[in-house]
């Protein structure tokens, strides 16, 4: 048996009352409350660059493929379906899928209020599967294939300031020469709280944008792409663009709307932040605990020294005391802080104001390699920091500490 662990165990605070009891329930509370929190950080940051990046992500996909133009117009130029990238973009095995898209600018009329507003026709290819968690009401177009959809779906916003509901008919005069308007069915609202699309953008069947512009059927202003890990854009980007048409640019969602994820970027260094802070205050705390528990057992280090036990053997000692109070935290730490992402994420006990965050209730993302090595991060640095008291052990004459009161 380890005869520096038998000891660290019998002076746990288990086995010992008073003030050194409080001071190991105060040592794991302190790594207990540094842990939880700095997991919790993690879960909520997490979830809140996951839920804004899939809502932009569902609107536009990871890369947009389009038509060199000079100019930025709303509308795009036409590009073909028939186009080799299209026809053989499976053959880039990172990309999941490819939808076609095209816009029409034009103005919305309600019974009381005109808006402008950009259409964004998309077909049947659109993955409505991913945008379905922003609808709040209703249902996804309706595609045909013998005609035109006169189907659409409306943001909320924009809902609100025509003073419109789910089934209402409105008119859309489109801005072109000479103008042209169409009669439209809302079937749904949206709701993203990104005022990139909440503002301007309703969803309607690109077939009518072909009509309105006399494009033919093979005709589209763009193609949305879609990638396996767009954690991997950036290494993506330079083969995607080799395997384009010649005539086309590719253009990077999160360039498009650089100042939504630059923002979600710089969210990052507050929790790194938060993390070096909260490593300090447990080393520091550890530190002064264990420095604590040394001169309290000023005696019994005298004892031990007088009957031959060397100074690597009592340091052990004081080592083992810190790690067994660390473990604890650490078990705490972890209980705490995944107990109240489960709650959170199943009840939504802490709410949000959407108009300022961009949704209604705290996300929870788990990303549990950072959870692992967060633990791991803890132990290490708390556990390094404890020889820096325990070398004082050394200093400490018998026949002085024995007599020591």
């Known amino acids: 048996m380890n005869i520096s662990y038998f000891i660290a165990q019998r002076i746990s605070f288990k086995r010992t009352g008073g003030f050194t009891g409080t001071i190991h329930r105060i040592a794991v509370a302190s790594v207990a409350i540094g842990l939880a929190i700095t997991m919790i950080s993690f879960m909520i940051l997490g979830g809140f660059q996951n839920e804004i990046s899939n809502k932009v992500f569902s609107f536009t996909g990871h890369f947009q493929g389009l038509k060199f133009v000079s100019g930025n117009a709303f509308e795009e130029s036409p590009i073909s379906t028939n186009s080799d990238f299209f026809k053989n973009h499976k053959d880039l095995g990172f990309i999941n899928h490819v939808q076609v898209f095209a816009h029409k600018p034009g103005l919305l009329k309600g019974d009381e209020e005109v808006e ?204 083992w005391n810190g790690v067994r109070i660390i473990g604890r935290g650490l078990l705490l730490g972890n209980a705490i802080g995944l107990g109240f992402g489960w709650l959170q994420e199943q009840f939504r006990i802490i709410p949000l104001d959407p108009e300022n965050y961009y949704m209604s209730f705290v996300p929870i993302h788990w990303n549990w390699p950072v959870f692992i090595i967060l633990n791991l991060v803890v132990l290490l640095v708390t556990t390094l920091v404890l020889f820096i008291p325990a070398m004082l052990i050394s200093n400490i004459k018998p026949i002085k500490s024995i007599k020591f009161d």
């Open 116 to 319: 402008g507003v950009l259409m964004k026709g998309v077909g049947p290819d659109f993955d409505s599967l991913s945008f379905k968690t922003s609808i709040i009401q209703g249902r996804f177009i309706q595609f045909s294939d013998s005609s035109a959809s006169n189907e659409i779906v409306l943001s909320k916003k924009i809902a609100n300031k025509l003073l419109l509901n789910l089934g209402d008919q409105v008119t859309m005069y489109f801005v072109q020469e000479p103008p042209r308007f169409r009669r439209l069915t809302i079937v749904g609202i949206y709701e993203t709280f990104l005022e990139n699309f909440d503002d301007k953008i309703l969803l309607g069947d690109i077939q009518t944008i072909r009509n309105l512009n006399g494009w033919s059927d093979d005709q589209v202003g763009g193609y949305e792409i879609f990638v396996d890990d767009p954690k991997k854009m950036d290494l993506y980007s330079e083969p995607l663009y080799d395997f384009l048409d010649f005539d086309l640019k590719l253009i990077k969602v999160t360039e498009k709307y650089m100042e939504i994820f630059d923002w979600l970027l710089l969210l990052n260094n507050n929790v790194y932040v938060f993390l070096t802070l909260i490593l300090f205050v447990a080393a520091f705390n550890m530190v002064s605990i264990l420095f604590i528990l040394i001169m309290e057992r000023t005696q019994m280090i005298g004892v031990l020294k007088a009957v031959g036990a060397k100074n690597a053997q009592i340091r052990s000692i004081f080592v």
